[in-house]
């Protein structure tokens, strides 16, 4: 990984500020809706207080009949299609069926369906009608009450009979209508509504048996103007109240939902209001059913309430922006639940406020992480430039050997990475020094060791004459004299090489270029190479194609010359040499392969310094092998800007020498 991306990942912490800011935003608006929960909770206690002391006409506790005003004149038919504006808030009847009341200025209506697939019929008139399906009406006023037994053997109208004695402003006789299915039947009738305060149905099926005649009776429970009356006297402004049975029905209700407004400036806009709905309040619930206008409401707030407990809900406001907090809370009577009180209350404070700290927060920490971003950026890529420049130094003087081709860079800056350009200045300087040490001690040796060799080789030579004139030379000193001599001969051959190579480096240093074509050169060398390849087998591999380089041709030809030689010299009798040339991207390449022993590991890097050699020692007597043929192959490579590589082949077979060539530099006139 570059040390840009460092950085940028570096940078991108600097998104711990808004995350952070995000978190404190977020708890700030859940502290700021906690804070209005609570002072909206204890409005609705206060207000569920002074309704139970002010005596306003609440339910009883436990369970009740919930008659709703009949929206649609209702004809006693027995059929439910004048029922079906009330039918989705049908109250259980007996775990079997269903129950629907609805009253109008004079009539109280009943419509129930029983679901029953195996039945007994019989009319309410018969003996036997009692241990067959019927209905049990219990009609209740003033705390008495009088049943009446419901049953038929076929569809139609049905006249109840009653269980009980007559009672004073109960109806005596009621009118009924019967009608069936195969799924079960259904029961239709209305009552005269005045007086009547409690209502009672059981559902009698002989297949399970039980008491025939027993029903229990409800409180009979609707809207009550009076109550509303006295709800909006303890409301506050802008706050919606309602008084909600036990079991969610709705018996008063008083005030509207009313949005604060604003500056049209202060308006929140679409992504606003989406922000906080999706990072800020994602708790708010969905509005739909709160703002119908429903009989009931079955939600868990409205439940809580009822087992005792107050809730809080915050859901979405109808108005853009803008958010409603419902507060539902038990409304107790000694010590029992009569009913629910539920406050809602509409406000843009919280969205508002969270949405301009948010946004102010986004706005801000966005700038700070650019701005940071851009100067970790240039700080990064300005450390970048500068590290390159060092490598490229470094490379440049590592292809000069060590020696210094100018001003080493930024080693007068003040940071660390002066410091560093000033110690690879000093490293180069030390390894640049020896280097030139290390050029120029082969001609100083020559120089130096040329006057005492000769001194040697002329002490020799006038012993050897003064002992044979006095024959005074014993026999055994003879092969001691001719060793002496065989050393000082090794020495000045040696000393004469060392002086060849410095003139041989000059000589190369000093090739004057032109433009040539590689391949006659190679094909020329080849020809010459082979008669002297003997036996051996000598393979030439040329292109088609003329291949023109900017070269020393009389260079290139000497290193091939040493390098035939060289494997010439390791080629076994029968052997094989092949000679190929081929061009490559940024120039040519010349190899010369040849069949014989493998290199050493330790020996392929410093094939092609001067004075190594791979052959065998020579015998006293021999003239020495100096190993200044590849050393003259690498400073030719060297001066047309390549390199000589030396490697085995992958077959195993012997090894491979390879001059690759990108040409000599053209002289600006």
């Known amino acids: 990984m570059t040390l840009r991306r460092k950085l940028l990942l570096v940078a991108?912490?600097?998104?711990a500020l808004p995350m952070a800011g995000w978190l404190y935003v977020r708890q700030m608006e859940t502290l700021l809706r906690e804070g209005q929960a609570q002072a909206l909770t204890a409005s609705a206690r206060a207000m569920a207080r002074s309704l139970v002391v002010t005596d306003a006409p609440l339910p009883p506790a436990g369970p009740v009949w919930y008659v709703q005003d009949a929206a649609n004149p209702i004809t006693i038919d027995g059929y439910g299609d004048d029922w079906a504006p009330l039918t989705p808030w049908s109250q259980p009847l007996d775990k079997r069926g269903k129950l629907l009341l609805a009253a109008d200025a004079d009539w109280l209506y009943l419509y129930a369906d029983v679901r029953s697939a195996q039945r007994?019929?019989?009319?309410?008139?018969?003996?036997?009608?009692?241990?067959?399906?019927?209905?049990?009406?219990?009609?209740?006023?003033?705390?008495?009450?009088?049943?009446?037994?419901?049953?038929?053997?076929?569809?139609?109208?049905?006249?109840?009979?009653?269980?009980?004695?007559?009672?004073?402003g109960l109806p005596a006789r009621i009118t009924v209508q019967w009608q069936e299915d195969g799924s079960g039947y259904r029961v239709e009738l209305r009552v005269p509504r005045s007086g009547l305060d409690t209502l009672g149905l059981a559902v009698f099926d002989p297949a399970t048996g039980g008491d025939p005649e027993a029903v229990q009776s409800r409180p009979l429970v609707t809207y009550s103007k009076a109550l509303s009356k006295e709800l909006g006297l303890l409301a506050l402004d802008g706050v919606q109240a309602r008084v909600l049975a036990p079991q969610g029905w709705l018996l008063a209700q008083t005030g509207r939902l009313t949005t604060p407004t604003m500056a049209p400036s202060d308006q929140p806009g679409w992504f606003a209001a989406l922000v906080y709905r999706s990072l800020l309040a994602n708790q708010v619930d969905d509005a739909e059913l709160w703002t119908?206008?429903?009989?009931?409401?079955?939600?868990?707030?409205?439940?809580?309430?009822?087992?005792?407990?107050?809730?809080?809900?915050w859901r979405q406001g109808e108005a853009r922006g803008s958010v409603v907090l419902a507060a539902a809370v038990p409304i107790e009577r000694d010590g029992q639940v009569v009913g629910v009180l539920l406050l809602e209350q509409a406000s843009r404070a919280v969205p508002l406020l969270a949405n301009r700290a948010l946004l102010g927060l986004l706005l801000t920490s966005f700038g700070v992480l650019l701005?940071?971003?851009?100067?970790?950026?240039?700080?990064?890529?300005?450390?970048?430039l500068r590290l390159g420049r060092l490598r490229d130094a470094a490379e440049r003087a590592q292809l000069n050997d060590g020696r210094l081709d100018g001003p080493f860079p930024m080693t007068s800056a003040e940071d660390e990475i002066g410091d560093l350009a000033r110690s690879f200045e000093r490293l180069f300087e030390v390894v640049g020094g020896?280097?030139?040490?290390?050029?120029?001690?082969?001609?100083?040796?020559s120089h130096e060791l040329n006057t005492p060799l000769a001194i040697v080789k002329s002490s020799l030579d006038n012993l050897e004459h003064a002992?044979?004139?006095?024959?005074?030379?014993?026999?055994?000193?003879?092969?001691?004299?001719?060793?002496?001599?065989?050393?000082?001969?090794?020495?000045?051959?040696?000393?004469?090489a060392m002086?060849?190579?410095?003139?041989?480096?000059?000589?190369?240093?000093?090739?004057?270029?032109?433009?040539?074509?590689?391949?006659?050169?190679?094909?020329g060398c080849s020809d010459a190479y082979r008669p002297l390849a003997g036996t051996r087998r000598m393979e030439t591999v040329l292109p088609n194609e003329p291949m023109t380089m900017h070269c020393a041709p009389e260079l290139i030809a000497q290193a091939l010359d040493k390098l035939f030689d060289n494997a010439l010299s390791f080629t076994p009798e029968g052997g094989w040499l092949r000679l190929t040339l081929r061009a490559t991207s940024g120039g040519a390449e010349i190899e010369l392969a040849n069949q014989g022993p493998q290199l050493p590991a330790a020996m392929q890097g410093r094939l092609f310094d001067s004075l190594v050699s791979l052959r065998d020692k020579a015998t006293p007597g021999d003239a020495p092998h100096l190993g200044l043929g590849l050393y003259v192959v690498r400073l030719v490579a060297e001066r047309h800007g390549g390199v000589a590589i030396a490697r085995n082949l992958e077959d195993g077979s012997g090894v491979a020498f390879t001059l690759q060539l990108h040409g000599m530099p053209r002289q600006r006139l």
């Open 434 to 445: 020896y280097t030139d040490y290390l050029r120029t001690l082969a001609s100083k040796l």
């Open 371 to 384: 701005v940071a971003g851009a100067i970790l950026l240039i700080f990064a890529t300005r450390l970048s």
């Open 292 to 313: 119908q206008d429903v009989p009931r409401l079955d939600v868990t707030e409205v439940r809580e309430a009822s087992s005792g407990k107050p809730a809080t809900l």
């Open 467 to 496: 002992l044979q004139e006095g024959n005074a030379m014993p026999p055994d000193a003879q092969p001691y004299m001719q060793r002496a001599r065989d050393g000082v001969a090794r020495l000045g051959q040696l000393v004469r």
């Open 120 to 168: 007994t019929r019989a009319d309410a008139d018969d003996p036997g009608a009692l241990r067959a399906d019927h209905l049990v009406l219990s009609l209740g006023k003033g705390g008495q009450t009088r049943r009446f037994l419901i049953a038929s053997a076929a569809p139609g109208p049905v006249t109840p009979r009653p269980l009980d004695p007559p009672v004073d």
């Open 499 to 523: 002086s060849e190579a410095s003139r041989m480096e000059r000589a190369i240093a000093a090739a004057e270029p032109e433009d040539v074509d590689l391949v006659a050169v190679v094909r």
């Open 12 to 15: 991108l912490c600097t998104l």
